[in-house]
């Protein structure tokens, strides 16, 4: 049964390293609860104090996920309009991974920021703001699930190698 278990919260925590990149995939839950299912194996020493700060930082980042694209736009300049755009144009970049993540928020703030009568400076602005929202949230999941697939192999290697 360990085993079972440790390939499913190492499935997991693939899938969940794969969401960090990938919009619909929630991956920093994913990852987590791959770590979780690691608790269920004889010999994990993750302690309730661990566990309860990386559900914090995934509820954190997930959070995050909304709101830094959001602000992006707004620090350079964008209106709802564009946090809009910027927002269609991520779903609509997905089939054109994984530069669609990066051309598809940017030209969707810009297009909306252009239909509600901007000038071409304001909307490429709008447009830059949306790009370094997702960029600065595609990092920060990275990191998240990059830290607790390091802290599940490290741990399984621990209990059966260590």
């Known amino acids: 049964m360990d085993i079972f278990l440790v390939i499913l919260?190492?499935?997991?925590?693939?899938?969940?390293?794969?969401?960090?990149?990938?919009?619909?995939?929630?991956?920093?839950?994913?990852?987590y609860v791959g770590m979780?299912?690691?608790?269920?194996?004889?010999?994990?020493?993750?302690?309730?104090?661990y566990?309860?700060?990386?559900?914090?930082?995934?509820v954190i980042k997930q959070?995050?996920?909304?709101?830094?694209?959001?602000?992006?736009?707004?620090k350079y300049g964008g209106s709802k309009y564009g946090q809009w755009g910027g927002l269609i144009g991520l779903f609509l970049g997905l089939p054109f991974l994984p530069w669609g993540l990066i051309v598809g928020p940017f030209l969707g703030a810009v297009v909306a920021e252009m239909l509600v009568g901007k000038t071409d400076e304001e909307s490429i602005r709008a447009g830059v703001g949306s790009l370094i929202g997702n960029l600065l949230s595609i990092v920060l999941s990275?990191?998240?699930?990059?830290?607790?697939a390091y802290s599940f192999f490290a741990e399984v290697y621990r209990i059966y190698f260590g």
């Open 36 to 49: 979780s299912l690691l608790l269920l194996v004889d010999g994990c020493t993750y302690t309730t104090t």
């Open 142 to 148: 990275i990191v998240l699930s990059g830290v607790m």
């Open 51 to 58: 566990m309860l700060v990386m559900l914090g930082l995934v």
């Open 9 to 31: 919260g190492a499935i997991c925590v693939i899938i969940g390293l794969l969401g960090s990149v990938i919009p619909i995939i929630p991956g920093s839950p994913i990852s």
């Open 63 to 74: 959070v995050l996920d909304y709101y830094i694209p959001i602000w992006g736009i707004k």
